[in-house]
């Protein structure tokens, strides 16, 4: 993508962000968008048709950190490591950990997280196809059923009604992931 693009596009998303925290749940328009991104209102739809569309935008670009993140850990070539998904998530979001809390209690961004889930699943699904030997339609309701699980657990965690720090978050879903509902055994001395 060229710079400049790239650069009106940050813009535009640091302003939407900004006025969705400030306006809370009043309306926001696209001359106010423009204004606050100091862009002309046509530039606006030169890269987006509408609010909606920058939101995708923002998941998209969430989710290539998180990609980047866990490629750099390896996550895709070690078949299925938990730990490393767990730690690669906690890095993502603790930077800009009111922008998650945010989206997870306004139910106009609740297709953040359907895009986030839905994108994982696909790149889960590609990339476990020639690893593992399940049939296409068994590694896709896996897939479903993993990140489903770790989306609406990070949900409620951001939504304040899970009550523990994001590294016991983690380390706990990781076990669940790995031993089900039973505890892990401790290992004998």
């Known amino acids: 993508m060229d710079k400049r ?9 640091d302003a939407y962000l900004e006025l969705i925290y400030e306006k809370k749940d009043q309306k926001i328009t696209i001359s106010e ?3 606050r991104a100091n862009i002309a209102r046509k ?11 920058i ?3 923002a998941a998209h670009r969430k989710i290539d950190e998180l990609l980047h993140l866990l ?13 490393v998904l767990f730690q690669c998530l906690n890095q993502l979001m603790e930077p800009d950990i009111e922008f998650y809390r945010f989206i997870s209690r306004e139910n106009p961004y609740a297709f953040f997280w359907s895009e986030v889930k839905r994108i994982i699943i696909e790149t889960t699904v590609d990339v476990y196809q020639d690893k593992v030997d399940f049939p296409a ?6 897939a479903e059923y993993f990140v489903s699980g770790v989306i609406a657990v990070y949900v409620a965690w951001l939504r ?30």
């Not at 693009?5 to 998303?13: C, L, N, Q």
């Not at 490629?71 to 730990?83: I, L, Q, T």
């Not at 339609?137 to 896996?142: D, I, N, T, V």
């Open 43 to 53: 530039t606006f739809y030169l890269h987006y048709e509408t609010l909606e569309d």
């Open 160 to 189: 304040g009604e899970l009550t523990l720090p994001l590294s016991e978050l983690a380390r706990i879903s990781g076990e669940a992931t790995s031993h089900g509902i039973r505890k892990p055994e401790k290992p004998k001395e």
């Open 5 to 13: 693009v790239s650069k009106t596009r940050d813009a535009i998303i």
């Open 137 to 142: 339609q068994e590694l896709r309701l896996y």
């Open 71 to 83: 490629e750099k850990k390896r996550f895709f070539s070690n078949p299925f490591e938990v730990d």
């Open 33 to 35: 968008l423009a204004h």
């Open 55 to 57: 939101m995708r935008d």
